[in-house]
């Protein structure tokens, strides 16, 4: 972990991809938060006062670094834990979608895109890769690049 903070504080400023953004204090504060509590339930408001800077700069911020805002970073990250979990675990559907922030379970439905079971069937069945989630249909909001924005 040592040998990748100093490889990271190395970088020159233009930096960008997830760990640019977990490189700027603020950006880097609003990742932590929602990394070590993704049920919290989040709001851009929130997050912002937690880093201390206010919501706009918070989001401009987050699209510079990551090309997204911080609540569809936010969706994505739920929606990695939920699938790792459909597909390692024997929870309910219904926990599952707790434990990755959602209120319901419909609601978890929609935004995985495809019926959560039957994911978990064809991930338990299957290795061969697959799309699943809906962000996995748009470009991944933690994807990492090296760019001179």
């Known amino acids: 972990m040592e ?4 490889y990271i504080a190395q970088w020159p400023e233009g930096r960008t991809g997830w760990l640019a953004g977990a490189r700027d204090p603020e950006v880097g504060k609003a990742l932590a938060l929602m990394h070590r509590q993704p049920a919290h339930p989040w709001t851009l408001a929130g997050l912002a006062k937690e880093a201390g800077i206010s919501r706009s700069v918070l989001a401009e911020r987050f699209r ?4 997204a805002p911080p609540m569809t970073y936010l969706t994505g990250w739920r929606l990695q834990l939920g699938a790792r979990m459909l597909g390692t675990t024997s929870r309910s559907v219904a926990q599952v979608a707790a434990e990755v922030g959602y209120e319901s379970e419909p609601a978890f439905k929609r935004a995985f ?15 061969a890769p697959r799309r699943t989630a809906k962000t996995r249909t748009r470009r991944a909001p933690m994807r990492q690049h090296v760019s001179g924005r």
């Open 3 to 6: 040998t990748l903070r100093r």
């Open 64 to 67: 510079h670094f990551l090309d």
């Open 113 to 127: 895109g495809v019926p959560p079971a039957k994911f978990r069937r064809q991930s338990r069945s299957s290795t």
